[in-house]
Antibody, heavy 116, light 107 residues
Framework: EVQVLEAGGDLVQPGGSLRLSCAAS????????MSWVRQAPEKGLEWVSS????????SYADSVKGRFTISRDNSKNSLYLQMNSLRAEDTAVYYC?????????WGQGTLVTVSS | DIQMTQSPSSLSASTGDRVTITCRAS??????LVWFQQKPGKAPKSLIY???TLQSGVPSKFSGSGSGTDFTLTISSLQPEDFATYYC?????????FGPGTKVDIK
């Protein structure tokens, strides 16, 4: 069974940093691009970042470029999102997802709240 | 960037109704489209990928069609558990982009 499980969400002050992690199982992790998607309260879904299966290629939404870094450790079947210079508008549930490549899979999400 | 639009933005329907939701891409995306269902406070659930392939475990009342720029999600007979918000997502190119969602509620 394909599973992805996020962790690391927390309350953080504006300007602070946070690292999210995602543990994946049930598929060949290293062969699949992985993504982070977020959803602000009462809003729609927003793609944040993706990384290729090998980790050689990354893409970011303009809203997070230069502040967030996506990475992966294929030996641990794990995905990460390092978030720096956090802003109030980064407050959202962050989902780890395999959406490029069949079949898709989503985690349950982890809440990041940026507030003083 | 590829823009995704959905119509309608919301609809009211009755149990047993056939419901169709449309997603349109601003440029051709072949069949690189996923449909999701999301209920309040819950994670998205994938229904259809590759525009028309039913995700394992998803009831056959859900179906998807289309290629290029125009896509549809059809629910053949709406049941109480189907009242939710439905999103499409294109994964043809980065940035990945979602439709704004279609909220299906009870008439």
């Amino acid at each position: 069974e394909v599973q992805v499980l996020e962790a690391g969400g927390d309350l953080v002050q504006p300007g602070g940093s946070l690292r999210l992690s995602c543990a994946a199982s049930g598929f060949t992790f290293s062969s699949n691009a992985m993504s982070w998607v977020r959803q602000a309260p009462e809003k729609g879904l927003e793609w944040v970042s993706s990384i290729s299966g090998s980790g050689d290629s990354t893409s970011y939404a303009d809203s997070v470029k230069g502040r967030f870094t996506i990475s992966r450790d294929n030996s641990k079947n794990s995905l990460y999102l390092q978030m720096n210079s956090l802003r109030a508008e980064d407050t959202a549930v962050y989902y780890c997802a395999k959406v490029v490549g069949a079949p898709p899979a989503w985690g349950q999400g982890t809440l990041v709240t940026v507030s003083s | 960037d590829i823009q995704m639009t959905q119509s309608p933005s919301s609809l009211s329907a009755s149990t047993g109704d056939r419901v169709t939701i449309t997603c349109r891409a601003s440029q051709g995306i072949s069949n690189n489209l996923v449909w999701f269902q999301q209920k309040p406070g819950k994670a998205p659930k994938s229904l259809i990928y590759g525009a028309s392939t039913l995700q394992s475990g998803v009831p056959s009342k859900f179906s998807g069609s289309g290629s290029g720029t125009d896509f549809t999600l059809t629910i053949s007979s709406l049941q109480p558990e189907d009242f939710a918000t439905y999103y499409c997502l294109q994964y043809k190119s980065y940035p990945l982009t979602f439709g704004p969602g279609t909220k299906v509620d009870i008439k």
